[in-house]
């Protein structure tokens, strides 16, 4: 079965510094898809960053972004600047082969403190 | 903008209730899943669909089924309700084909209480 893996059920960062949530996963392929999705107090989940694995370039959306290392199968995702809307559930995730399903990891806390 | 809809943002049944949780998109996506969440586990697959009238057993089937009449529609059952199945319930659509790259779209979750 594919796994993702989570290693830090809780991280907590600093308002204003800089968090690393860390993903590791396992593929046999070689064109992929990963995400990284938020998950606040709100429950509402909600895709943060997606990167294709195809792609060498690190994917960025505005405070967030990735580190990539494919030969590694590490996914890790960036907060830059944190804020408090930024405390809630982080959870990796990869598509399946046929692209149609995920699989999740574990997920992370992340705490922010004023 | 796309949506995933839960009938109930939260739901106290009883003990031995049969309990139908609803779950409707308007992406025209192919396929459907359940979720239970709980702290600690994760997100666990329940079921999942890849088509009307389709179902497949996810990680955690027992003590509930499925129904996909209609493509929007995936309704989640309890047949007779039980005290650990107490959690929220979450579920999701993603698109089949090129589109599938876009990942999930969640609803915003059920809170089942079972007392």
């Known amino acids: 079965a594919q796994t993702v893996t989570q290693s830090q059920p809780e991280m907590s960062v600093q308002e204003a510094e800089t968090v690393t949530l860390s993903c590791t996963y396992d593929?046999?392929?070689?064109?992929?898809?990963l995400f990284w999705y938020k998950q606040p107090p709100s429950r509402q989940m909600i895709l943060v960053i997606r990167?294709?694995?195809?792609?060498?370039q690190n994917a960025t959306e505005n405070r967030f972004s990735v580190n990539f290392q494919k030969a590694a199968k590490s996914f890790s995702l960036k907060i830059s600047d944190s804020q408090l809307g930024d405390a809630a559930m982080y959870f990796c995730?990869?598509?399946?082969?046929?692209?149609?399903?995920?699989?999740f990891g574990g997920g992370t806390r992340l705490m922010v403190k004023p | 903008d796309v949506k995933v809809t839960q009938s109930s943002r939260y739901l106290v049944k009883r003990t031995g209730e049969k309990v139908f949780l609803e779950c409707v998109q308007d992406?025209?996506?192919?396929?459907m899943f359940w979720y239970r969440q709980d702290p600690g586990l994760g997100l666990r697959l329940i079921y999942f669909?890849?088509?009307?009238?389709?179902?497949e057993k996810g990680d955690i089937p027992e003590g509930y089924s499925v129904s996909r009449e209609k493509k929007e529609r995936f309704s989640l059952i309890l047949e007779s309700a039980s005290t650990n199945q107490t959690s929220m319930y979450l579920c999701?659509?993603?698109?089949?084909?090129?589109?599938?790259?876009?990942?999930?779209?969640f609803g915003s979750g059920t809170r089942l209480t079972v007392v």
């Open positions: 995730a990869r598509n399946n082969n046929a692209g149609n399903m995920l699989t």
């Open positions: 593929t046999s392929e070689s064109d992929y898809y």
């Open positions: 990167q294709e694995a195809y792609k060498q």
């Open positions: 992406m025209d996506h192919e396929n």
């Open positions: 669909s890849y088509d009307v009238k389709m179902k």
């Open positions: 999701a659509s993603i698109a089949s084909g090129p589109h599938g790259q876009y990942g999930y779209t």
